[in-house]
């Protein structure tokens, strides 16, 4: 179907609902939900405000922010408004370039200008619950148990999910790219390496690749996978050790399912890699 506007992201899916956000203009933004089955449209509602973040959906609710400051949440059954709150307007205002990280009852967000740093939201409510200054945000945040990280430039830094600084950690290559988390390690990538920095803060291990920009990280069961010109690496998750590669074409981040690894390639294909 249609959008009839121009898609940030990756789409969010919640029960026989695929939501996807867009670009109507340049302060103009739009979020479009389509039924699964036969991919009809079934709620649009448009933002008067840029979006860059593809959706995320928790709980039957879409939760999409703004560059203007301000975090919506809709039902993803009807579009209907549950709440949509402006953050921190009075300090100097806030950008929300990236998609929204959800833990338990809260919403956790990266400002990339303005007011910059980390915010959590009370994500029934929209009210803020803590804030943290960092520089701006240009990765994440992604949110565990461990805690939730962000990634400024070159530096990458994680708080406790009650706004307490844990560490912070320097990567070489300014490039910021989605990160990876999980109960051992935070992966980021940037220039040619993928890093694993464990939850204290410390370097488990360090893949470089031979000389060519490697994409975000993907964490699938006990190996971590990314894509470099042409080439998707499977790195064990515990060392780093290079498990496997192959060469499917295209650049776009691996999606990873119990039965498969898909990944789009640049003519509009995709390729599932698995054992059936």
Partial sequence: MPLRSEPNGPPAVAGDHIVVTAKRGLEQGRIVVFRKRYGEEDWLVDIDARLTAAPTIDGGTVYVPDWSGRVHALSAWDGSVQWSQQVDAAAGGRTFTEPVAVLGDTLYLGSQSGSTGVVALDAATGDTEWEAYTRAVTGGPVAHSKGVVVQSHQLVTAFDTDGTRQWSFNVRGPRARPLAVDDQHVYVSAGNAVYAVDWNG??????????????????????????????LTALSRATGDERWTTTPGGVSRAIVTPAAVFMPESDGAVVALGET
């Fill in 202 to 231: 410390e370097e488990s291990w360090t893949h470089e690749s031979d000389g060519e920009q490697v994409g975000a990280p993907t964490v699938a069961g006990d190996t971590v996978l990314f894509r470099s010109e042409g080439q």
